[in-house]
């Protein structure tokens, strides 16, 4: 597979690039910066030493390519692709949010543990928001169950490359070292896509999705709780847990609790659900750079072009 990558200078496109070059059927054909055209890819992503030399560039060849990444930031796709004109046979991923709520276009939402069939057959497709993701994994096999009747209240906690390269005045060592801040609270832009899932697999949501998002003292990944008001038994949940997700490739129920480490640096989103009177209580965690943007993208990827689903994300977590 043929590969472009556009905003290939930011975390996001540092990780696909690394991902990219592991990969068994994939060739990175060009990877697009203005700002760094010229440059060595390693210069910028300097983890990159020694694997490639690869340079960026400021040209557009999508004549040469089978797929396109889009790296950008948010509300830049829809204008990319009113200037440009990428050949119809050239399929594109979007890691922003500019198509992930149906509307008129043609992208598929890239969520593979409910839309698989979809995007096996689409030429577009736009991947899902990290805390999207992740908060998704946690709550689906319940809205499957029709359990969302009732407010549900979410907590999740992010590392700070969700934030961008970009530096901010949230984002620099001195402010997010040793601190903890919500930001967004009822608010966040992934709301809409999360309950456009849960309506799709519940049939409704009359329910609110209560999300307050923190940012972490930490660089990568997401942990998230949940909390479902329901008198089902929680017996009767797990093994409705387990049964969504027994052929997902990459999403697992876990019997014990889980912990942030054991997701970091892997295309993994871990579940566990515990009872607490007619309280369920939902865990999830994942990698807020993989799973929850570049992974999934990847992993979309070999979907479209009917490969192996996991094939360049064995990944080795962090955990030790």
Known sequence: MRIGILGAAGYTGGELIRLLLNHPEAEIVFANSESNAGNLVSDVHEGLIGDSDLRFTSDYPFDQVDVVFFC?????SEQFLKEHNIPANVKIIDLAQDFRIKGDHDYVYGLPEINRIEIMRAQHVANPGCFATCIQVALLPAAHL??????????????STGAGQKPG???????RNNNLSIYKPFQHQHIAEIRQSLKQVQGYLD???DFIPYR?????????TAVIKTPAPVEDVIEAYKDFYQDAAFTHYCD???????????????????????????TSAIDNLLKGAVGQAVQNMNI????DEKAGLRLKASAF
């Open 72 to 76: 950008f930031g948010h509300g830049k």
């Open 146 to 159: 029709n359990l969302l009747k009732d407010d549900v209240a979410v907590n999740a906690i992010t590392g």
């Open 169 to 175: 005045a949230t984002t620099h060592f001195s402010w």
């Open 207 to 209: 329910a609110d999705i």
């Open 216 to 224: 972490g003292d930490f660089a990568r990944g997401i942990f998230c």
């Open 256 to 282: 014990k609790s889980i912990d942030l480490k054991q997701v970091v640096n892997t295309n993994k989103a871990l579940v566990h659900v515990e009872k607490y009177g007619n309280k369920l209580l939902v």
């Open 304 to 307: 479209m072009f009917g490969i």
